[in-house]
């Protein structure tokens, strides 16, 4: 039964803010008369369901002065549902009814939903936290303290895939990660899994802008991962020590199909991840070659990913990885059978590709490759040698030490050299090419091309004529995709194309718009793709404003009137989206008399 209780006067504060706020919240019309004091949630909970205005000051979670304290209003309409934290419904469980908090902002207090941080189970009051946030996302605060956890802390309701995560723009703040404070009784904010889990915090995308600041995470020997992130866009980790995980203090990876689940715009600064369990790796990058979804475009800033005493373990770990930024981080390692670096390209050619490290030290770096798998240049300036780094051998890892040192890398000459002048003889003319019967002159030719995934071939800029012809042999792999564009050489006026992939949605010809991108399709299209591994001919042709093309076996005899354009033309070859593809026998010709 409500009663009229005596306020304590540490509540007049509230009282007062009542009076000035909560108008702003309330109709006018619903000012309530009556106030409260409950001393803890559970005798809120107890209270009867009140018949006229009102408004409880609650003097904290389970007792006065825990952290959890507000002051809660009743709204007589809402049949929300209760978290905990923000929204309670009365013991009696009305169908209408709820307290309400009262929040001037998206920001909450973990111990409002019951947490302690006093190394007790605070699992289900941080979680709760997390999920009374609205859709567009808010602050989750954790005041100075230990909080256990027995299972992993979720952030996003996204699968990876299809299903993208409804919540997003959720932020986790805390005290301070205790940088340098090696009691653990004296760190101000850590989360501390006491139990097995995969990871102490998971973020789970297609999801953007997840904040998390100012926590040390300890996975405590315990959790496998210290936090996980999948198919994430416009992160932030920021002033986090994560440390004792079993596996991979960092995992970062794209998303399932569709195309777009990758991870981009993102910036980690000022982390430190470290870990004593044997085979353990600090950072984890990858994507999903299959669909493209690669970990690209981001950027570290003073990190260390330390193997401290560990056996076997490596500081980071790069797969399908591009145009990634590290300055002045460490990757250090105390055991020879530790590695600082891996670039792996075995399931993923030409990535890891265009990373950048910046007055960065690095124990040590292997390259993962084969064949018919290799990585692209990674740029190193200011390569630390101070601490018995070795410096890297590989051709594709390019840079220059801290102490002025170049490696895999020719610089050119600065000596002069004077040589005693000699006699000249007179330039050639280039012979003129012969024209052949039809009257077309070859221009150019290849014998053997070879283009694994994502290779771009570019062998040539200005056909010089407004009249071309195009023939090889092409054969293309299962699942492989190759592309060949010509168009205005002005780069401005419409174009044209070929698409050919090996036994998978379609293959055929298409009209470009300015920027490279199709426009519409030319029919016929082949819509079973080409036959893997047979060489087929191809035979592009243009002469005045038609244009004729044939994939011998594919497409039927095609005929197109092309749009109008005073310039010669560009042709290339672009790079493949998937797969290999072979060229023989390739030929260019331009109509005798035009050729340069």
């Known amino acids: 039964m409500l009663t009229r209780t005596r306020i304590p006067l540490m509540f007049l504060a509230f009282f007062t803010l009542t009076i000035m706020v909560l108008p702003q919240v309330i109709k006018a019309s619903a000012v309530p008369s009556v106030v409260y004091y409950a001393s803890s949630m559970r005798e809120l909970r107890s209270m009867d369901v009140p018949t006229d205005k009102t408004i409880v000051l609650l003097a904290g979670y389970y007792y006065p002065d825990d952290g959890g304290a507000g002051l809660f209003y009743w709204d007589s309409a809402s049949r929300e549902g209760d978290n905990g934290g923000t929204i309670i419904t009365p013991g009696a469980n009305p169908s209408y009814g709820r307290w309400k908090r009262l929040l001037t902002d998206d920001r909450v207090n973990v111990k409002w939903f019951g947490a302690k941080g006093t190394q007790t189970d605070d699992t289900l009051a941080i979680q709760a936290a997390i999920d009374s946030l609205p859709p567009r996302g808010g ?302 002159v070859q221009i150019y030719q290849e014998d053997v091309i070879e283009l694994g995934p994502y290779d771009r071939l570019s062998r040539f800029e200005d056909l010089g004529a407004r009249d071309f012809k195009l023939e090889c042999e092409v054969s293309i792999e299962e699942g492989a995709m190759f592309t060949f564009m010509f168009r205005a050489a002005n780069n401005q006026a419409d174009g044209y194309g070929l698409i050919l992939q090996g036994k998978k949605d379609w293959c055929g010809f298409y009209r470009m718009d300015g920027g490279w991108g199709l426009r519409e399709w030319l029919k016929p299209v082949h819509e079973d793709g080409m036959p893997p591994g047979q060489w087929l001919k191809l035979t592009m042709e243009v002469v005045g404003r038609e244009l004729r093309a044939e994939v011998e076996g594919i497409t039927e005899l095609y005929y197109e009137v092309l749009e109008d354009t005073s310039d010669d033309y560009q042709a290339m070859f672009l790079r493949n989206v998937l797969g290999s593809i072979k060229i023989r026998n390739l030929r260019i010709s331009v109509p005798d008399g035009s050729a340069n």
């Not at 990758?262 to 991840?273: E, M, R, W």
């Not at 051709?395 to 895999?408: A, C, E, R, S």
């Open 139 to 440: 602050t989750v605060y954790f005041p100075g303290g230990d909080y256990r956890i027995s299972q992993t802390i979720v952030i996003g309701d996204g699968d990876g895939g299809t299903a993208f995560s409804t919540r997003n723009g959720i932020k986790l703040v805390g005290e301070g990660a205790g940088f340098a404070v090696y009691d653990p009784y004296r760190v101000p904010t850590m989360i501390t899994a006491f139990k097995p889990m995969p990871a102490v915090i998971d973020v789970r995308g297609r999801i953007c802008d997840v904040h998390i600041e100012d926590i040390f995470i300890s996975g405590a020997l315990q959790a496998d991962v210290g936090i996980k992130l999948q198919a994430i866009s416009g992160t932030v980790l920021k002033n986090l020590k994560v440390a004792q995980f079993k596996e991979i203090g960092l995992l970062i990876t794209g998303g399932a199909a569709p195309t777009g689940n990758y991870n981009i715009f993102n910036q980690f600064d000022n982390l430190s991840v470290a870990s004593t369990q044997d085979g353990h790796i600090g950072l984890y990058m990858d994507g999903d070659y299959g669909v493209q979804n690669d970990t690209w475009l981001s950027s570290f800033r003073t990190c260390r990913f330390d193997t401290a005493s560990a056996k076997n373990a490596i500081g980071a770990w790069f797969k399908f990885v591009d145009s990634i930024s590290f300055y002045r981080c460490h990757f250090a390692c105390y055991d020879p059978s530790c590695i600082g670096i891996i670039f792996d390209a075995l399931d993923n050619h030409n990535f890891p590709s265009g990373m950048a490290f910046y007055d960065c030290s690095i124990y040590s770096i292997e390259v993962y490759e084969n064949f018919n798998h290799k990585i692209r240049k990674q740029y190193f300036y200011g390569y630390g040698t101070y601490d018995n780094e070795k410096i890297p051998t590989h051709p594709k890892l390019i840079g220059i030490t801290d102490d002025g040192g170049v490696f895999n890398l020719e610089l050119p000459s600065t000596t002069q050299v004077v040589e005693a002048p000699v006699e000249v003889a007179a330039k050639e003319e280039p012979a003129i090419p012969a024209a052949d019967n039809d009257g077309w």
